[in-house]
């Protein structure tokens, strides 16, 4: 099996903690060059001591915020007018909590931009250079709310199942350039994101936060909550030669806690 990505350079997004650092991290593993990409420099230099560093590797960052698309744009497009990006993991963190009939319209105009409309721009900027090498991973972090919506997360599983559709569309207009665009979808993973959603329902139902992580882990079949390293096996495999025959796919990364196939 060939998970060799010596030679390969990948953009990671929100890759200074949870998810998307344990995706850079294992890339770098399988020998990929990292681009982190977050907001905050000063954690994005620390995060770049973490990565494994062989004979031919190079590991930089990029400073972004998604909440300003025009200044992404402009910022990835210096960046791929010098470098060739050759995986891509879009990865950002989800909207509060809440449910959908109370969320405000800006609420939703927000998580779009942030989601969608960022994802979008990168793999604008990032395709032509997959097109040159014939070769393109695009791997969209998403969540199971895709398939199962996730009660009291109105905001996130609508935009969620935007992005996963949008996706399913460009993996149809890009299969045939050697470009896969795939879906990860995790569950359970003890995240600032996970602790954030506790929190929240340990505050609106009047119980503790071990109360209401225990309620979740209930509902896993493994039995417990996964690690950021588990979700990130999966994102790094999709990324590698060895899966260059799976597109437009939804993989949930969840015990198997979600309610259907």
Not at 103 to 131: R, Y
Not at 198 to 211: A, G, H, M, W, Y
Request: glycine residues 10%.
């Amino acid at each position: 099996m060939n998970l060799d990505l010596r030679g390969k350079k990948a953009l990671v997004c929100g890759s200074t903690q949870g998810i998307g650092k344990a995706a850079a991290i294992e890339l770098a593993l399988l020998g990929a060059s990292i681009t982190l990409v977050a907001r905050n420099e000063e954690k994005l230099q620390r995060t770049v001591h973490d990565l494994a560093t062989a004979s031919g590797q190079r590991h930089s960052y990029l400073v972004a915020d998604f909440d300003f698309p025009d200044r992404l744009k402009s910022d990835i497009e210096k960046y791929v007018s010098k470098e060739t990006a050759h995986i891509l993991i879009n990865n950002t963190g989800g909207p509060p909590a809440g449910p959908a009939l109370t969320a405000s319209t800006d609420e939703f105009v927000k998580a779009f931009s942030n989601h969608l409309l960022c994802n979008q721009i990168l793999v604008q900027a990032v395709v032509p250079g997959m097109k040159e090498a014939d070769y393109g991973r695009i791997i969209n972090i998403i969540s199971t709310s895709v398939k199962m919506p996730i009660r009291g997360l109105g905001v996130s599983n609508t935009i969620r199942g935007a992005v996963a559709n949008w996706a399913k569309t460009l993996s149809v207009e890009l299969g045939p350039f050697g470009i896969t665009v795939n879906n990860v979808l995790p569950g359970a993973s003890m995240t600032g994101r996970l602790q954030a959603i506790i929190l929240d329902r340990s505050q609106k139902q009047n119980k503790t936060t071990e109360q209401v992580t225990r309620e979740m882990i209930s509902e896993i079949p493994a039995g417990r909550i996964s690690s950021s390293e588990e979700v990130a096996a999966a994102i790094a495999f999709l990324a590698t030669p060895a899966a260059g025959y799976i597109n437009g796919i939804n993989l949930p990364v969840d015990g198997g806690r979600t309610g259907s196939l």
